[in-house]
Every structure is written in C-alpha cells, then in structure tokens.
C-alpha cells in the first residue's frame, strides 16, 4: 500500500496539472470503490474549479471551488493517469481501460483517469467545513514533517507504550503517513531495535528516530517514491526509492552500516515483514 513519499509524489503530480483548472464533467463508472460514491459525487464537481491539493496522513484532499472537498485513498492498487496533454497520450473513451472507474475531464483539454483494478482505494466528497470531524482524518496523529512531531512529542507517546517500536510508528493515530516500509528504513537508521518496547527508548535515540524519519521520507519523496507492484506516479512512471533500501526486503544481504560486519534478518510483527540489523539495531 502506498505510504506517505508515494501520495506525496501522487499529489504533487496531480498539483501540477489540476489545480487551478475547472473540472469540465466527471464521468463515473462504478458505484462503488471500497466504499459507495456519493450520489452527488458527479453533480458537486462538474464545472467547479479545483484550488487547492492537499495531503493528510495517506489521503489526498482536493477542495473545490463550491467549498466541497474531494478525499481520495489510493488503497494498494489505486492509481492516477494523465492524457491529452503535452507529451501525454490522448485519452480515447472507446478504448477505455476497465479499471478506469473515475474519470475528470478538465476545461484546459486534459483528462485525468483514476485506475484501480482491486477497488481497494476510496473517494469521498463532503462540505469543507466537515473536515475537521471527518472520521477518517479526525483521527489521524501528526504529520511526520510537519513542525508539531520533534523529539519531545514522539517522546511523550513512547512512554506511554509497552508494543514494540516498529508496531508504535505503524500506529495511524500517533504519526500520520508512516507504514511498513519506511518504519524498518527509519528504525535502522536510527540504531534501534524493531523488538524493542516503546517505553524502554531513551530520550537520545527518540531524537535519532525523528531525524531519521524526516530523513527516510524525505529521501524517498526525492526518489519519487517506492516501487513495490502497483505504485507508479501520475506520470506514469516508477518510483525508485527502492534501490536505497538498506533492510527492507534485504533479508539475508550483509548490512550495509559501514561500521557493521551483520546480516539483515526478516522477522514478523502483528501480520507484517519487519527487516533489522540484529547487530547494530538495539
């Protein structure tokens, strides 16, 4: 599933060819994604403009000029893809893909196709004034770049659980846009243990861990992101943050820590892959 570097690239290639623009019509091919489409879905978006493309957590929040907001969640297989524009194919209904399920029909000529073959992602559209209390976003944790999540933050919820580490910055409610990949990368860099309890890290490493996971997604955001599967960008292409993984999916490659003669082992932890240093991660 898409974590926070691959939404980020999603939104920032969306940013460059939707915002601003006025949506012509939208053409709706399913009822429903992971959950129903709003009846109103068609209706509250043609012919309005979009102006501004936000991120929160994984979800992307495009809000449109009749002061409604469209919430999109890629899911694992959800994707979006441009045409009939410069050095974009023309978009060509009758050939449709059957994945296509939403599609966004811009004043400037430019189409923009939601695929999602799984129908895992999902799409809302409620008033701006409800996002606050949205369910899913109202309980969403801080945004791991922005400047409430520092050293005495993640602190404070640390000590306040005895799960291991990994299974903490998994938690949606604590750190928003963190998943499996990016919490080994970060645990590594860090020095610290996966197996470790939350409550058991000290104040030193818990300020390694922030600078380490600003780093890690920063990295991947740079790299637009990571490639496992389905994950491409609005343009079509891969991301490649995955040739900079130092553990994950390196189960048995020597680590990689220049000061480190170990072996990356696999574990796993509540159902996921966890990938560690047993010899410089404590």
């Known amino acids: 599933m898409p974590e926070l570097p691959e939404v980020e690239t999603v939104r920032k290639g969306l940013q460059q060819f939707m915002e601003g623009q006025s949506i012509g019509k939208v053409e709706v091919f399913t009822s429903k994604l992971r959950w129903k489409l709003p009846e109103s879905f068609e209706k509250n978006l043609s012919n309005q403009t979009i102006t501004t493309i936000a991120r929160r957590g994984k979800y992307l929040i495009l809000e449109v000029s009749n002061g409604h907001c469209l919430i999109v969640h890629l899911g694992m297989t959800g994707s979006f893809a441009i045409f009939s524009t410069n050095g974009f194919p023309k978009y060509d209904n009758s050939r449709k893909d059957k994945h296509d399920h939403v599609v966004f029909h811009l004043g400037n000529g430019t189409v923009i196709a939601y695929n999602d073959p799984r129908k895992f992602g999902m799409m809302d559209l409620i008033p701006e004034s409800k996002l606050s209390i949205y369910p899913p976003l109202k309980t969403l944790g801080v945004e791991p770049l922005g400047n409430g999540f520092d050293e005495k933050y993640l602190k404070y919820h640390l000590d306040r659980r005895s799960s291991p580490v990994k299974n903490f910055l998994l938690d949606q409610k604590v750190i928003a846009g963190i998943g499996n990949i990016y919490a080994s990368e970060a645990l590594w860099r860090a020095g610290i243990s996966p197996r470790r309890k939350a409550n058991r890290i000290s ?16 990295d991947a955001i740079k790299s637009g992101g990571s490639t496992l599967r389905n994950y491409r960008s609005v343009a079509g292409n891969l991301g490649y943050f995955q040739h900079q993984f130092r553990v994950y999916d390196q ?14 082992n696999r574990i796993v932890q509540t159902g996921r892959s966890t990938f560690y240093c047993p010899s410089c991660q404590k």
Not at 203 to 218: E, F, M, S, W, Y
Not at 251 to 264: L, T, V
């Open 203 to 218: 104040q030193k490493k818990a300020g390694l861990l922030v600078t380490a996971i600003r780093d890690v997604l920063n």
């Open 251 to 264: 189960e048995g490659e020597p680590c990689s820590n220049e000061n480190c003669d170990g072996q990356i």
